[in-house]
Nanobody, 118 residues
Framework: VQLVESGGGSVETGGSLRLSCAAS????????MGWFRQVPGKEHEWVASIDWTDGSSYYSDSVKDRFTISGDNAKNTVYLQMNSLKPEDTAVYYC????????????WGQGTLVTVSS
């Protein structure tokens, strides 16, 4: 399975970006996908995930009401719409696939950098 992220870049505070993740390979084994992020020197932080079994989506408190995860299970694609971006959102964002809970998202992409300037 390969996960390829795109859509990262630089934006000013308050701006928006949309990340995309295209998956290829035997995706039928996965029941969920999601996004993590990492700031250099810090642990990975779970951001959002989507449960393909019922379409439910989940968010960390730090991004709730600003970010929206969506996707197309048939197309093996997941998106992360990021609005009202803050400097603290600056990180490398990783797409992940696996089960329906964040700890089971164990197949990762290479990441895409998001930089939010103040």
């Amino acid at each position: 399975v390969q996960l390829v992220e795109s859509g990262g870049g630089s934006v000013e505070t308050g701006g928006s970006l949309r990340l995309s993740c295209a998956a290829s390979g035997r995706m039928s084994v996965f029941t969920g996908m999601g996004w993590f992020r990492q700031v250099p020197g810090k642990e990975h932080e779970w951001v959002a995930s989507i449960d393909w079994t019922d379409g439910s989506s989940y968010y960390s408190d730090s991004v709730k009401d600003r970010f929206t995860i969506s996707g197309d299970n048939a197309k093996n694609t997941v998106y992360l719409q990021m609005n009202s971006l803050k400097p603290e959102d600056t990180a490398v964002y990783y797409c992940a696939a696996g089960g329906t809970c964040p700890v089971s998202l164990d197949t990762w992409g290479q990441g895409t950098l998001v930089t939010v300037s103040s």
